[in-house]
């Protein structure tokens, strides 16, 4: 059989424009990285509960995205086979986005981050086929890690939207009846727009490439069904490649850990520089500003590590490059309970920013060579399960042991954390896969 042709090169501005809209989309999941766990604060959930709470991520990536990635490889239409999901999922991001921050109570701002996550689910998995659809094989690493590039450059601007508010002049105390801060509220409205807007200029801008004949031909003998689409989602877990399998663990372990970081790290740093765990405190909001610039500085880190690491994969392969990231990444979680100045912990955000970065974009070129090009869509949603099941696991696990292993204490999460990071990272040099780089 002919292999079909490959996409024609994108100029570099081209390669940022069709990864724009990574940057609204990551923005999103940087506000809600930065800011549930204090929202759920406010409205008065207690620390042992928060995984619980976060549930709806993992929850809606294992149910969505495996689902939608299928039914993006039947889907053909006058603007494309993953346009479709893009615009869907970017619209209900914005409505969520805008809603959030009014919530007047737990409950409702659980429900709205279930449909948040899921509109979010909705676009993220398309957007990684589309890179694998879009970009010939030798630049597919340079389009996943500019899409990590953009993850760092988002969550920067997302972690460091409320202090940027409170340096311009907005009051850090100024909140409404159930404790959530103004800018918290302004800072999710600048969400909404990015989200829908930068969706818009990649697709666009860089459009889909016109399906070739023999694969529209083979589209219309198989239409889009809801059987279908779960037909092709069974045959493709049953034929994951052994590589892909390997992964598993390696992911495991490092999105364990990540998933964890995000929930405690409010709660671990109000204690380790105030001593305090009193979320309707000054202290506590003070902190929830702190993070915020460390989660933007380990972002901006992951910025510029994203891009660094396009060579850095192409020499040592992208295995061995994301083994040293998670192991930075891993001592630097360790690091962190222990210090008790900002200035150190911008330091150790180094090590997390370097690992956040090959964990968005690594994983990627070492499973897109391994996989059919007519079911990138199936298997990219097949592998973010490999992401959200350590999630739902971290949800539903971390519950049962923090008051007993972990002493109540969210420090000890975080060095929790940083000990599976450095197995995760053991974990990935054990795959059989990019001893060399393509």
């Known amino acids: 059989m002919m292999r079909p042709a490959a996409p024609p090169r994108l100029s570099l501005m081209r390669l940022v424009e069709m990864n724009l809209g990574f940057l609204g989309l990551q923005f999103s999941f940087g506000l809600q990285q930065a800011n549930m766990g204090p929202i759920y604060g406010y409205l008065g959930a207690s620390e042992a509960h928060l995984p619980l709470l976060w549930l709806a991520g993992p929850v809606t990536g294992l149910l969505v995205q495996p689902l939608i990635g299928a039914m993006s490889d039947r889907t053909m239409t006058r603007i494309g086979r993953r346009t ?146 779960l037909s092709d989602l069974f045959a493709a877990m049953r034929e994951t490649p052994a590589p892909m399998r390997q992964l598993a663990l390696a992911m495991l372990c490092q999105w364990y850990a990540m998933f964890a970081y995000w929930q405690f790290i409010t709660f671990a740093l109000s204690r380790s520089l105030h001593g305090t765990v009193d979320t309707n405190s000054t202290a506590f909001r003070d902190t929830a500003l702190t993070v915020g610039q460390l989660g933007a500085a380990y972002n901006a880190v992951a910025f510029v590590a994203g891009l660094c690491l396009v060579p850095v994969a192409r020499r040592w392969g992208a295995k061995h490059a994301h083994a040293f990231c998670l192991l930075a990444s891993g001592a630097a979680m360790l690091a962190i309970p222990m210090l008790r100045s900002e200035t150190a912990l ?93």
Not at 141 to 170: C, D, E, N, R
């Open 84 to 229: 479709p999901y893009f615009l869907v999922g970017a619209v209900l991001c914005s409505l969520c986005l805008l809603a959030m921050p009014y919530s007047p109570s737990l409950w409702v701002a659980a429900s709205l981050l279930w449909i948040l996550d899921a509109a979010n689910n909705v676009t993220m998995e398309p957007y990684r086929a589309y890179v694998g659809d879009r970009l010939p094989p030798d630049q597919r690493a340079a389009g996943f890690l500019t899409q990590s590039a953009f993850t760092g450059l988002a969550q920067t601007l997302s972690y460091l939207a409320p202090s940027l508010l409170v340096w311009i002049g907005f009051s850090k105390d100024a909140v409404d009846a159930n404790g959530i801060p103004d800018i918290t509220r302004i800072a999710f409205l600048i969400g909404a727009v990015l989200s829908l807007s930068t969706i818009l200029w990649s697709v666009l801008r860089v459009p889909e490439l016109p399906l070739p004949e023999a694969e529209r031909e083979r589209l219309s003998a198989t239409p889009l069904t809801l059987r279908g689409a």
């Open 346 to 438: 911008f330091v150790a955000m180094l090590g997390i920013g370097v690992g956040w970065a090959s964990m968005m974009g690594n994983p990627y070129v070492m499973l897109i060579d391994m996989i059919p090009p007519e079911r990138n869509g199936v298997y990219m949603g097949i592998f973010n399960m490999f992401i959200v099941l350590p999630m739902m696991i971290e949800s539903l696990t971390v519950p049962l042991f923090y008051n007993h292993m972990l002493a109540g204490d969210a420090r000890n999460v975080i060095l929790l954390a940083g000990v599976l990071m450095l197995a995760g990272s053991i974990a990935t040099l054990r795959v059989r896969v990019g001893e060399r780089p393509a």
